[in-house]
């Protein structure tokens, strides 16, 4: 029995939009947009620098809600790509870019074995006239799998050497994801599967080492959350051992990076401080930065209140922008405790006393109605979760303990 | 809480000063402007609230170093403690001593302050004149505002943190604008949203044209196959109406095949043959025929030829020959005569010339008779050398004699004169004795004109002297030169022996001459240089010497005599001898003439050139004789010709008697030639005549031959003559031609041809008909073309916009621009959120504040109020839905505030003020502050005021800070703290 090696990924959501991304000058909101692709790129290359005998991805290779032609084009151009090195490539839709919902009629090399409907199938990959591997998956044909797959799951011809199995799902302990194909993790090791190739979780991780069941995690960070290095696994299978091995892929990656500030006692310092600390990160890629900020209280939220915060971010990236691997700050946050108010306040009679109190008590929905009533705006405002509500109620007793007390 | 006791380490114009409070009832301090009244209220306030390092710098007192205090204060819940604040110490901040010893921080101290502020503390506890005076600035319309405000939180902080909230809200999002910022984000974002929903339909045409792509490749398959059925049908109709006229062709050629007969007998290429035959016949037919016509003429011709001459034989011919020959010598001869002839006049004429020339007596017989033999010549030379010779020495010595003749003249005549000039005898005697004289006086005088004169003489006898010696000389020379010639001449030594002498005499006589005459003038000169005596004496000698000299001279020439005198004797022998010789030559030249008579009249000298002359005269005069002789012998001989000639023309030409001689010849001459011409063509003709009958022979041999090919060739065409096998040639070819066509037809038309049908229809069927089935097919296949170009252009089109659709990424781009818009709207959306709660929440818990306080408030006020207005007004209304505050009398009047006095006004403001103060300190019981806020008030108004003051200040400590002195009066003395010069009162 010989081996094989092959690239395991997911999640590549090519073309889709960063979320949070705001007041992006041209250039990075550009590159932001080429992201995707050139992670995509990325993948196509390693895939042949490793010389793999296939590539798998395991579903939501694009979004069908903001379905552009050109992630599909691409898409055809890198398994072209792949299909001049005798790359072949199995791929099964997720919910993301389920069967029935893709508008573009695009037709992929021959290299790619694409899992056709619901029913779990295969494919067996034949490698030097021999069948050297047998693959199982299925395609989401809806927006929604909701019943588990796992049981589905089964080996047949056990002459073939590898038993390789695709899985576009959650598993059942993650509750931060949509619970699509749920599975728990003791369905699919029972099965002898030599490899589970899973998809959906964007976050990778080793489900477990023996036999390897692992979400690759999407390719490039779409998200503030989505931080680090994003990539594939290249794996290699033989009869006595598995090897696995992560690749990072991203063409921009986003960090989280804290900066202190307590040093600074004029912002102009406070700039210097970013751009060290942005700096020190820069290697290969260029970064996202959510960057937030440490330091006095009460010299935070002044600066923050007068928007000057806001401006040395704005230098900051304006600086940043023009190199090579340019860092751009997309979000910051000054670390004001807001939720430590004089507890003097809340004792006395006064009408500070009563407002901070009122505060505290009220729910702010009907407050904003204004706004979120209205026809238009209606269809583009998003709703706050608990916790941003409480963060405006906590920033809005400021400014009124502020104004107050100021005058 | 309760101000006790305020010690003042500095602070302004405070130095070390401490003021103990009283500990009930109202607190009055009193103080004249710049007492120090406000300061001791700051010190206050800075003991309870600290102040900024900047404000605690401007309070430093400029006297002592130290700035800061304490202040005691009596709190209910924790007793008695102090604070100290002191600038240069903890940064201004307080340290609290307890009664029980403990010490407690400015935290501690603000809570006991229940997180008052100064500024709350301001706004509810402490009130001044400078309030009430702010009033009338507010606007009327916002003061029952400004008054609930003040009511509510003892400020204007909400109002203006209300209004500013606003305005941000005003500038974030307007429910119905369009200029604020998430206004505008909207409708941008509306619009991005327009442009990504079109971008989206647009790249959702890509599955459309992706099909319709495939639909046109269908459609074009099919137009493909019909337009190839159509071009197909059509070429096939094409050609068969190519074929059409060859069809028609066809059918023709075989109706006239039919008409000719199966089998035409014809010899194998027989018309060439017949051809070929007749090309060789013809020629010799004709060849024979004119071979026949010669023979004939040549046989004419030779028989006439042979009339000819008939009488002349071969004897004759012979005769004939040889006269001709001979008549070619005579010719030659006849030239030769006239030749000789010329020659003979010629010499007779040159002959006859030079005898007239020669002058002698001779003519042309006497010529012939001479006879010069061959001595003569020489011997006539002779002569006349020797007559040259004799003539040459005759003259020479006729001339010597003149010379001689001459000489002894000159000699003479010289000798003559040289006598002259001797002196005489006697004279001589006389000079040598005069000499002798003058020398034994060895002085002589000679006179001048005496030298004069004897030197005139001497100068010229010198010349004539000269003269005479150059004449002798010249004589003699001339003299010897005659005498050289002459011996040359005679060839005599002699006459050179004289010649010599005659020079040598010459000479010396004018050498002595020239030398006598260079002594006599020497002498002549010294004469002259000596003295007269000298001259004298001199004269003499010279005379003597000259005298010696001519007798010298006179000598010489007797000497000179005497040889001329010898040679003259030599001469006149030399004259016999020539003598002699010439009588010798005479007598030979004499026996010469004798000879020859002519040469008598000529001089001996020409005989040699008459000899000449004769020698040649004879020569011609012999030739002369000989040509006559030639001539002779010639002209007899052409006599005897002639008359040969003469006797043979006359037997056979009539009247030759009569011809010259040139015309006999003629007559020979054509006779000859008219019988050799004769002969010649007689022999041409006869060998012509043999070479035409062998000829005729050969031709008539060929000829059977081929005439029997030709009769071969009939015979086998089964015809009877040349033009029925012509004919039948013609017929046989008409018929091939005709099969060749049908066959090269059925070549050409063999698809038709195997379909009957087809062929049968074709041959019928219209043209006309066909070729407008045709164009109909051509137009289908046209509008089929064009199909399927439009159809191509169309899937070009189509797959030009789908690769455009692939490669623009616009919705791609417009929907990252959007998520990030979206994004942006969000974040404002958030903006907004704080900011509207924030406002919202101002909003909300004013009026609940004021639903919680404002009654109890109100009713303060109205009781204050009715108090300080002596019940004039009973109720005071809270501002309710936009309207200001309002009054209400005992009449149950109701006045708004901006209607009523200032007093009032001030009136109710303290009211309000006061109610807000108690309702306030129920919990907080802060010292209320009063600073001269009763200005406006008149004595009873004052009164009640202090009254309420005073019932107030059971409840808590009020501090009334004034100017007036009037107000004392209406407290007790122990409430009074004054301030003068720093001087505490009680």
Known sequence: MKSIRFLHAADLHLDSPFIGLAHAPKSVLDSIRESTFLALDNLVQTAIEKQVDFVLITGDLFDNEKQSLKAQIRLKKAFELLASQNIMVYLSYGNHDYIKGNIHPITYPDNVCIFPDEQVRSFVHYKEGQSAAKIYGFSYENRAVTEGKASEYIISDTTIPFHIAMLHGSIQSNTDHDMYAPFQLSELVEKDFHYWALGHIHQRQVLKESPPVIYPGNIQGRHRKETGEKGCYIVELSASSCKTQFIPLQAIQYTKLSVNAIACSEIHQLEQEIQKACRQIIRDHPQMVDLSIVGDQKKLAAWDQEGLLEEVIEISNASMQSELHWCHIFRYRPEVDYSTIDPFLYEGDHFIGELVRQIDEASIEPLLKDLFKQKQARKYVETFSEEEVAKIKNEAQHILIKGLMEE | ?986
């Open chain 2, 1 to 986: 809480m309760y101000i006790e006791k305020a010690t003042i380490y500095g602070f302004g114009t405070w130095v070390d000063k401490t003021i103990e409070f009283p500990k009930l009832g109202p607190v009055v301090i009193y103080g004249e402007n710049e007492s120090g009244k406000s300061t001791l209220q700051a010190f206050i306030l800075f003991m309870l609230f600290g102040l900024p390092p900047k404000q605690r710098n401007f309070y430093k007192p400029r006297t002592s170093g130290k700035m800061g205090g304490r202040l005691t204060v009596i709190d209910p819940d924790t007793g008695r403690f102090t604070i100290e604040r002191l600038d240069t110490m903890r940064n201004g901040a307080a340290l609290c001593y307890a009664e029980n010893g403990a010490e407690y921080d400015e935290t501690w101290l603000r809570s006991r302050l229940k997180g008052m502020t100064e500024q709350t503390y301001r706004s509810i506890f402490s009130f001044s004149a400078s309030d009430l005076a702010n009033l009338p600035k507010m606007k009327e319309e916002d003061l029952g505002e400004v008054l609930l405000g003040i009511g509510l939180t003892g400020s204007t902080a909400i109002h203006s943190l209300e209004t500013s909230l606003e305005s941000q809200i005003n500038r974030l999002y307007k429910p119905s604008g369009k200029k604020p910022l998430i206004n505008e984000q909207l409708s941008k974002l509306e619009a991005r949203s327009n442009h990504l929903q079109s971008e989206k339909a647009h790249e959702a045409t890509y599955r459309e044209k992706k099909e319709k792509v495939l639909k046109l490749y269908d459609t074009i398959e099919e137009t493909q196959q019909r337009l190839q059925k159509n071009k197909a049908t059509l070429t096939l109709n094409e050609r068969k109406l190519q074929a059409l006229p060859d069809l028609k062709n066809y059918a023709s050629v075989l109706k006239q095949l039919e008409q000719f007969p199966e089998k035409v007998p014809f010899p194998e290429n027989g018309m060439e043959r017949m051809q070929q035959v007749k090309d060789k016949l013809l020629p010799i037919k004709s060849e024979h025929a004119l071979l026949q016509e010669n023979q004939k003429k040549y046989g004419e011709t030779l028989s006439s030829l042979n009339e000819n001459f008939k009488e002349v034989d071969g004897e004759k011919l012979q005769y004939a020959y040889k006269l001709r020959k001979q008549a070619e010598e005579y010719l030659a001869e006849k030239k030769e005569i006239i030749n000789i002839q010329k020659q003979k006049e010629q010499i007779e004429n040159q002959v006859e010339q030079e005898l007239d020339q020669l002058h002698i007596d001779l003519n042309k017989e006497l010529l012939h008779e001479i006879n010069l033999p061959f001595h003569t010549e020489k011997t006539w030379s002779q002569l006349k050398t020797e007559q040259d010779t004799l003539a040459i020495e005759q003259s020479k010595h006729v001339e010597e004699s003149h010379q001689l003749k001459k000489d002894r003249t000159r000699l003479l005549s010289q000798a003559e004169s040289l006598e002259e000039n001797l002196l005489s005898e006697e004279r001589v005697k006389e000079l040598k004795s005069k000499i002798h004289e003058l020398n034994s006086n060895n002085t002589g005088t000679f006179s001048d004109s005496e030298l004069r004169s004897d030197q005139n003489t001497w100068e010229k006898w010198k010349q004539k002297k000269k003269k005479t010696y150059q004449a002798v000389f010249f004589y003699s020379l001339g003299l010897a030169i005659l005498l050289g010639v002459i011996g040359t001449i005679v060839e005599t030594y002699t006459y050179y022996m004289f010649a010599g002498v005659s020079i040598i005499v010459g000479v010396l006589q004018w050498w002595s001459g020239k030398h006598a005459l260079t002594e006599v003038e020497a002498f002549t000169n010294a004469k002259e240089n000596t003295s007269v005596t000298m001259v004298e004496k001199r004269e003499a000698e010279q005379q003597l010497l000259k005298h010696e000299n001519v007798s010298t001279e006179i000598a010489t020439l007797e000497a000179q005599l005497k040889s001329l005198d010898h040679t003259f004797a030599g001469w006149q022998e030399r004259g016999e001898q020539l003598k002699n010789r010439q009588t010798l030559l005479n007598k030979k030249i004499e026996n010469e003439r004798q000879q020859y008579s002519f040469l008598l009249g000529i001089n001996v000298i020409y005989w040699p050139d008459v000899y000449h002359h004769l020698k040649h005269l004879i020569r011609q005069s012999r030739e002369e004789n000989r040509l006559t002789e030639t001539l002779n012998q010639l002209e007899s001989k052409q006599q005897r010709f002639f008359q040969e000639l003469k006797v043979f023309l006359s037997s056979f030409i009539k009247g030759t008697v009569d011809k010259t001689q040139e015309d006999l010849l003629t007559l020979l001459e054509e006779w000859i030639q008219g019988n050799e011409k004769n002969e010649s063509q007689k022999l041409h003709y006869q060998q012509l005549y043999k070479e035409t009958t062998e000829q005729l022979h050969s031709a008539e041999k060929k000829l059977s031959i081929y005439e029997a090919a030709h009769m071969e060739l009939l015979q086998y065409a089964e015809v009877d003559g040349e033009n029925a096998f012509y004919k039948r040639a013609n017929l046989l070819a008409e018929k091939e031609q005709l099969q060749e066509t049908s066959s090269r037809l059925e070549q050409l038309l063999q698809p038709f041809l195997h379909e009957e049908n087809t062929h049968n229809s074709l041959v019928t069927s219209d043209e006309t008909e066909m070729v407008e089935h045709i164009n109909r097919e051509k137009q289908r296949i046209t509008m089929l073309e064009s199909d399927l170009e439009n159809q191509r252009q169309l899937i070009a089109d189509v797959k030009a916009e789908l690769s455009q659709l692939e490669s623009s990424g616009e919705y791609s781009e417009a929907l990252h621009v959007f998520s990030m818009e979206k994004e942006e709207f969000q974040q404002s959306v958030r903006k907004w959120a704080v900011i509207k709660t924030a406002k919202e929440m101002l909003v909300e818990t004013k009026r609940k504040y004021r639903d919680k306080y404002l009654a109890r408030v109100m009713e303060k006020t109205n009781e204050y109020f009715q108090l300080l207005t002596g019940e004039k007004y009973q109720n005071v209304y809270a501002p309710v839905e936009g309207k200001v505050f309002q009054v209400e009398t005992t009449d149950h009047v109701r006045f708004t505030v901006n209607e009523l006095s200032q007093g009032t006004k001030d009136q109710l403001y303290i009211s309000l003020r006061l109610a807000i103060s108690e309702i306030m300190s129920e919990k907080h019981r802060l010292p209320f502050i009063l600073d001269d806020a009763f200005v406006h008030f008149d004595s009873t108004r004052t009164e009640r005021m202090f009254q309420l003051i005073k019932a107030l200040s059971n409840k808590q400590q009020i501090l009334l800070f004034t100017c007036n002195e009037d107000f004392i009066k209406y407290f007790e003395l122990e409430n009074i703290i004054q301030l003068k010069n720093s001087v505490r009162i009680n």
